[in-house]
């Protein structure tokens, strides 16, 4: 996932989340006081200090409660994710995280710098796709089954309209029809990044079937005695 902001100077960005419009939170408070000694207060407190910053706005002193963070980085990929920063008292934001220090010794996180986007800034997310009206499929009721090649589609949105996910409507859809992401109709201002016509699923014949059909070509295929 790839984000484009102002501040970044056009650069690209690698960003996740684990699935679209399902940006998770993460919680924040405010810190008051800056320098070292404010920060070595809040790590006894049991927070991480940071900083929010970006977007024309002056940067915020904040921290986070130290377990929090690190259960987010232990789940992993915290610089790659998209997150919706909450701070009571103050309308949440979207952000990323640009560095995580860390203690040279105990490699704790000593502190972050964490990064506004735009609602207006064009985001590349992964948006998790899905599936309607199996009960519609001629292919799935003769016992076919429907493979997802691509459980997420890449789509370039605005940071402020991410689509909750892509429906893929399978009404007649039969044994060997295979879906592209040009057969879905994709949320307003939705683009993909690849430019071809990538496939997002198919659906297979039954086992038997395929084995069926995997013996009469060998069969074709042996040599006169």
């Known amino acids: 996932l790839r984000v484009r902001t102002p501040l970044e100077g056009g650069r690209l960005t690698t960003l996740e989340t684990p699935m679209a419009g399902e940006i998770p939170d993460l919680q924040a408070v405010v810190r008051t006081g800056t320098g070292k000694g404010a920060a070595r ?6 927070h991480v200090p940071g900083i929010v910053y970006g977007d024309g706005k002056a940067p915020q002193p904040i921290s986070i409660e130290y377990y929090t963070l690190f259960k987010r980085l232990k789940a992993g990929r915290f610089l790659q994710t998209l997150f919706n920063l909450k701070v009571e008292g103050q309308e949440d934001v979207r952000v990323i995280c640009r560095n995580v220090q860390r203690d040279v010794v105990m490699d704790k996180p000593t502190h972050l710098d964490l990064m506004r986007l735009r609602q207006s800034s064009r985001i590349n997310l992964f948006i998790h796709v899905t599936f309607e009206n199996h009960d519609k499929a001629p292919g799935i009721k003769r016992g076919g089954t429907l493979t997802s090649v691509r459980p997420a589609a890449e789509l370039e949105v605005t940071a402020g309209d ?8 399978l009404t007649g859809r039969d044994i060997g029809d295979v879906i592209h992401i ?5 949320p307003k201002g939705a683009t993909p990044t690849i430019k071809r016509n990538f496939v997002i699923a198919n659906i297979t014949p039954p086992s038997g079937l ?16």
Do not use: F, N, S
């Open 210 to 225: 395929q084995a069926a059909g995997e013996d009469e070509a060998e069969a074709g295929e042996a040599p006169a005695a």
């Open 41 to 46: 207060q809040a790590r006894r407190d049991g």
């Open 182 to 186: 040009g057969d879905i109709d994709l």
């Open 162 to 169: 991410i689509p909750d996910h892509l429906t893929v409507d």
